[in-house]
């Protein structure tokens, strides 16, 4: 099932439940629904639904209290003898030739908001039964495991993504839905991007012109990478740093958004991880001991003399001592210039 483009599932789906139309609906963050994938609508109409009417549908209250993995009928929220008199009805139910709905909750989660699916009946068919809320809700578990499917192998998300990783969906105006991971623990400590939980805040003009671009590029098929320096890292944390990469909105996940524009956004909290193997031949050449040697590979994870001494478990005095003793045996006195060496396995000084 997760491997069909939704349209083509949800069409399949219409025509199972002997409906009409259908479309799949989103909400995040207690905003009301807006219809993303659609089947056998006027596209027009869904527009006029999304930018005039969502907030005014006289179901929609009652939907929300629908909870995940339920089904009910729009005659069981309101009926339609209920409000032929308001402008919803006429506009979005008899214009658009809607005589009932089956309203199907997929899942309610803070990270990936609200998700629904609504199959329509019009004027000429019957109205929806109780049978037809028992078959739906039968199929219900099939489609969280759809989605949970396609948020998966959607382009970099995997079953890893966890503390250090976070996944958004972008629409052009920074708007984002978080798919997986948690933004705000990812966003910590830099400068540069923040997470309000609805918006990216980028907070200089070089990056906001990067992401318009990226993003840009990303609607054309092209993949962007960079990476922001985290200026606040936790004491555990050794040079870390936030890859960002914007890639294209895969198809699998279409039904999340309701802009053309939105793309992906995957972001993973990294640490510069230096290659320390030269680390032990260059210990052995110049004889050091044990405790130099491990000085010289903490200062070459973390270039910082305080992160090395915590990193060792020593005092910042005693990583300054054994450093001054490697300097001495070495024939180098900047830290620069032998971590430098060490990286290159420059070993001119032992000549």
Known sequence: ?????????????????????????SAHYGQPY??????????SKILKYNKEFNGSDPRMPFSKLTMPGQTRTGQQYVRNEDIKDTEYFNVISRAGDQLDSLHSVIMDTPGSGRQAISIHRSFKNNLFELSDVDNMNALL????????????????LSTKIGSRDCALLVKPD??????????FNIFSGN????WNGDYLRPKNEALQKFLVLTMRRARKGVSS????????????????FIQITIFPRPKLIDWLSDTEGAVMLYATRLEENTDTSNCDIFSKIYRLTKS?????????????????????????ETVRWHLKNIFQKTGYNKQETLLKAVIEMDLSNSY
Not at 149 to 154: F, L, M, P, Q
Request: proline residues 5%; hydrophobic residues 35%; charged residues 25%.
């Open 191 to 194: 400068e540069f991007l923040g």
């Open 141 to 156: 578990p099939h489609l969280t495991e759809a989605y949970q499917y396609a948020v998966k192998v959607s382009g970099k």
């Open 34 to 43: 807006s219809s993303t994938v659609s089947y056998n609508h006027d596209l």
């Open 1 to 25: 099932m997760g491997e069909l483009p939704w349209e083509i599932l949800l069409g399949n789906i219409c025509d199972w439940l002997e409906g009409d139309r259908a479309m799949m609906l």
């Open 174 to 183: 920074l708007q984002s839905k978080c798919l997986s991971g948690d933004p």
């Open 225 to 240: 990478q960079c990476r922001l320096r985290v200026n606040y890292p936790s004491e555990t944390e050794v040079n870390p």
């Open 292 to 316: 130099e040697f491990r000085t010289l590979k903490a200062l070459l994870e973390t270039n910082d003399l305080k992160m090395a001494a915590l990193k060792s478990e020593v005092t910042y």
